[in-house]
């Protein structure tokens, strides 16, 4: 179990300071982290005083699940019939074989720890890699967290397979990778 350290994490990547730079929104002063994020101090005010510039919407479960299927997976859906008299089939991931690896909606690496290790080995597969997932404790919570070869760390989520998922889906999201 690893515990927090004020200096390593938070403070120094994602906590934001002042930037000598206004919002093109609304002109107040912009925050920024060392990642490069960059958000606009009147964010969170109220009323009609709140700027959203900057604020990253948060995707969906199955938002996460279907991005991951397909650029780390290289999965894509198919409807697959039991037999000649099926009129509707079922939607089932399909591998680049035509392979029907998994039933839609049964494949969640949010929820299954083997899924989420899936994610995993389908890394260390594309270039050698190091990861390590660890429960982690910061200030008033405990959680787990996934470092992905020192460049992607996620902490503070409920489960090992949401700090995996989450860290991954960073990871395609930065573009980083040729994933296929």
Not at 85 to 104: F, I, S
Not at 132 to 146: I, L, S
Request: charged share 25%; net charge negative.
């Amino acid at each position: 179990m690893a515990f927090y350290d004020k200096n390593s994490y938070l403070e120094n990547d994602v906590i934001g300071n002042f930037l000598n730079e206004n919002c093109p929104k609304c002109g107040a002063t912009l925050l920024g982290n060392k990642r490069g994020d960059k958000w606009c101090s009147n964010a969170g005010g109220v009323g009609t005083s709140v700027c959203e510039y900057g604020l990253k919407d948060e995707p969906s479960d199955q938002q996460i699940i279907t991005e991951l299927a397909k650029k780390v997976m290289g999965w894509h859906r198919e409807i697959h019939f039991r037999d000649l008299e099926d009129q509707y089939g079922d939607t089932y991931w399909v591998d680049k074989t035509g392979l029907a690896v998994a039933k839609d909606g049964l494949w969640n690496p949010l929820q299954n720890i083997a899924d989420a290790f899936m994610l995993l080995k389908k890394l260390k597969h594309m270039e050698p890699v190091v990861y390590y997932v660890e429960q982690t404790v910061v200030p008033d919570k405990v959680g787990w967290g996934c470092n992905i070869g020192g460049e992607v760390i996620e902490r503070g989520h409920h489960t090992a397979q949401e700090a995996i998922c989450h860290a991954v889906y960073r990871m395609v999201k930065r573009g980083k990778r040729e994933w296929q």
